[in-house]
């Protein structure tokens, strides 16, 4: 079992940046990818941004390409979201996840889920 613990959300401004984090614990050596997915009201849960945990390859929706980043620090077993340009459309609870599968897909099919944070933009 993997343990995901997010913190960092809040409510900024549009045009504010914005920095998630997710430390995992449990059986940490089984994670094969991370990623974080988001969920606006009224919405499906939808993937932003992913990474292999071993390599760091980096993976984004549309959506938010170009304005936010993912990346990890191996040894705190954490990855981070870095939200730049944030606009009231990324107004949603953002959830973190992991999972041990090794595939190429890395926008679905993840085992691990943390208990979400939220984030909110005002214009």
């Known amino acids: 079992q993997v343990q995901l613990v997010e913190s960092g959300g809040g409510s900024v401004l549009a045009g504010d940046s914005l920095r998630l984090s997710c430390t995992a614990s449990?059986?940490?050596?089984?994670?094969?990818?991370m990623g974080w997915f988001r969920q606006a009201p009224g919405k499906e849960r939808e993937f932003a941004a992913a990474?292999?945990?071993?390599?760091?390859?980096?993976y984004y929706a549309d959506s938010v390409k170009g304005r936010f980043t993912i990346s990890r620090d191996y040894a705190k077993n954490t990855v981070y979201l870095q939200m730049a340009s944030l606009k009231p459309e990324d107004t949603a609870v953002y959830y973190c996840?992991?999972?041990?599968?090794?595939?190429?897909?890395?926008?679905?099919?993840?085992?691990?889920w943390g208990q979400g944070t939220q984030v909110t933009v005002s214009s």
């Open positions: 996840t992991a999972d041990p599968t090794y595939t190429n897909d890395y926008s679905s099919g993840y085992k691990y």
């Open positions: 990474i292999r945990w071993i390599g760091g390859s980096t």
């Open positions: 449990g059986r940490t050596s089984s994670i094969y990818r």
